[in-house]
Nanobody, 125 residues
Framework: QVQLMESGGGSVQAGGSLKLSCAAS????????MGWFRQAPGKEREGVARIASDSNTNYADSVKGRFTISRDNAKNTLYLQMSSLKPEDTAIYYC???????????????????WGQGTQVTVSS
């Protein structure tokens, strides 16, 4: 049974940093396309970053140069390092997985089959 559990959210001032973690169980994250999504109040869930089994990464334009997605296969854990945070980054952040090695054409939330419960990130100005 695939399970994902996020941690590391919190409150931070603009310009600060946070590192989110997503512990996976029931499968090896190295063989799946993994992604981070976020959902702000009143808005649709949107993709933030994805990492394929070959470590190829993709980022939303809004976070390029500020966020880094990575994984530790030995710990079976996905990460999202967030720097230079802005108030508009405030949202619930979710990790997600799809049992495909490539993330090609996997952009929308509906493309991912497994989800964590989410962790709140709040950035104050």
């Amino acid at each position: 049974q695939v399970q994902l559990m996020e941690s590391g959210g919190g409150s931070v001032q603009a310009g600060g940093s946070l590192k989110l973690s997503c512990a996976a169980s029931g499968y090896a994250i190295s063989t799946y396309c993994m992604g981070w999504f976020r959902q702000a109040p009143g808005k649709e869930r949107e993709g933030v970053a994805r990492i394929a089994s070959d470590s190829n990464t993709n980022y939303a334009d809004s976070v390029k140069g500020r966020f880094t997605i990575s994984r530790d296969n030995a710990k079976n854990t996905l990460y999202l390092q967030m720097s230079s945070l802005k108030p508009e980054d405030t949202a619930i952040y979710y990790c997600a997985a799809r049992n495909l090695q490539s993330c090609l054409r996997l952009r929308d939330p509906a493309d991912f089959h497994y989800w964590g419960q989410g962790t709140q990130v709040t950035v104050s100005s």
